[in-house]
């Protein structure tokens, strides 16, 4: 049985830094892409980062370059990120997302965690 947990989010000022975790089991963690998703209210989900099966390649939203991070720790099935200078605007629901395709787009997602909540005031 395929599982992600997210854990991490929570409540910050704006300039403040958060770091996600996302816990994986049930599948092969090292063959899939591994995607950072974040969806607020009323908007669509949008892809904030994407990490490569061996970690060698990774991509990020423009709306997050240079301030937020993905990484993995294939030993422990885990994918990360760090998000620095948070914005008001980053407010969303953040999930992370395994597939078999490193595309852009939320279908091109397998399985889905259920979401951690990131709130940035300002």
């Known amino acids: 049985q395929v599982q992600l947990v997210e854990s991490g989010g929570g409540s910050v000022q704006a300039g403040g830094s958060l770091r996600l975790s996302c816990a994986a089991s049930g599948y092969t963690y090292s063959r899939y892409c591994m995607g950072w998703f974040r969806q607020a209210p009323g908007k669509e989900r949008e892809r904030v980062a994407t990490i490569y099966p061996g970690g060698g390649s990774t991509v990020y939203a423009d709306s997050v370059k240079g301030r937020f991070t993905i990484s993995q720790d294939n030993a422990k099935n885990t994918l990360y990120l760090q998000m620095n200078s948070l914005k008001p605007e980053d407010t969303a629901m953040y999930y992370c997302?395994?597939?078999?395709?490193?595309?852009?787009?939320?279908?091109?997602?397998?399985?889905w965690g259920q979401g951690t909540q990131v709130t940035v005031s300002s």
């Open positions: 997302a395994a597939g078999t395709s490193c595309g852009r787009s939320w279908f091109d997602y397998n399985y």
